[in-house]
């Protein structure tokens, strides 16, 4: 299981991989450009100021993540890391079309980890529906184990030793 690949140092808010109205009807337009525009463009836009002229400068987000993250006693880098972070994850971890039922290795793990793909899809929903306040919900490896960690904020699998399959944010934003 491949965890995800080092986020460019350069802070550039890349698109989505797929067109904004792509997942409709199960993620609208509207939020995902609010995810996207706002929510994604702020951490990196904020990242970049406070980076700026320091040792953290042009360090991959997984370095400043680890290193701001001290240990729970968060620096105030960490926040606009992790999350520019963790939405970048979070747009790789979605296609148009996609979803359903896996198939191969992974399919494999979630059946012996959870004994089947049902008791995962059950538990990992959960935790996402559960979680108080903003934070994600992610299918992590851990110990040679999948498991579904809930993560309070920008907190990520990352700083808990574990490497992250699969992410979903908790999209319970309102619009008006």
Not at 162 to 175: D, E, G, I, K, P
Request: charged letters at 20%; proline letters at 6%.
């Amino acid at each position: 299981m491949a965890a995800s690949s080092a986020v460019t140092a350069n802070y550039v808010l890349k698109p989505p991989p797929f067109a904004l109205d792509a997942l409709e009807p199960h993620m609208s337009k509207q939020t995902l450009e609010f995810h996207w525009g706002k929510h994604h463009r702020a951490y990196v836009d904020n990242l970049k100021k406070q980076v700026l002229g320091t040792e953290l400068e042009g360090k991959p987000l997984e370095h400043i993540i680890h290193s701001t993250y001290n240990n729970g006693d968060l620096l105030p880098a960490f926040n606009n890391a992790a999350q520019a972070w963790n939405h970048e994850f979070f747009w790789e971890s979605m296609k148009p079309g996609g979803g359903g039922k896996p198939s191969g290795e992974l399919l494999a793990l979630l059946e012996r980890d959870f004994t089947s793909y049902e008791k995962f899809y059950e538990e990992f929903n959960a935790a996402a529906a559960t979680q108080f306040g903003a934070g994600w919900a992610w299918l992590a490896y851990s110990n040679e184990k999948l498991k579904v960690v809930k993560t309070p904020n920008a907190v990520n699998p990352l700083v808990l030793g574990s490497f992250v399959s699969f992410s979903l944010r908790n999209l319970n934003t309102q619009f008006t």
